[in-house]
Nanobody
Framework: QERFVESGGGSVQPGGSLRLSCVVS????????MHWSRQVPGKQRELIAT???????IYEYSAKGRFIISRDNGKNMVYLQMNSLKPEDTAVYFC??????WGQGTQVTVSS
């Protein structure tokens, strides 16, 4: 049964960095595209980064140039390096394979 466990969130000042990690329990992990999304209360979930099975990366406009998604197929891990964080990046961040398949999330708060 699939399971996604995110970690690495926290509070950071504007301009700071955080690295999110996601442990994935999924058979044939390497055969799945993996995603990071985020959600603010009262708003729709926003897909922000994707890494394909071949390692190609795709970013939502606001994340491009600041966030880096990566994966380690040997460890069943997905990462999101977030740099130059802004207050508007404050949200709960989720990893998953998309659709309804997401973890419980990790809170990221960017505030001075």
């Amino acid at each position: 049964q699939e399971r996604f466990v995110e970690s690495g969130g926290g509070s950071v000042q504007p301009g700071g960095s955080l690295r999110l990690s996601c442990v994935v329990s999924l058979s044939r992990f390497r055969d799945y595209n993996m995603h990071w999304s985020r959600q603010v209360p009262g708003k729709q979930r926003e897909l922000i980064a994707t890494i394909t099975t071949e390692g190609m990366t795709i970013y939502e406009y606001s994340a491009k140039g600041r966030f880096i998604i990566s994966r380690d197929n040997g460890k069943n891990m997905v990462y999101l390096q977030m740099n130059s964080l802004k207050p508007e990046d404050t949200a709960v961040y989720f990893c998953g394979t998309g659709g309804s398949s997401w973890g419980q999330g990790t809170q990221v708060t960017v505030s001075s």
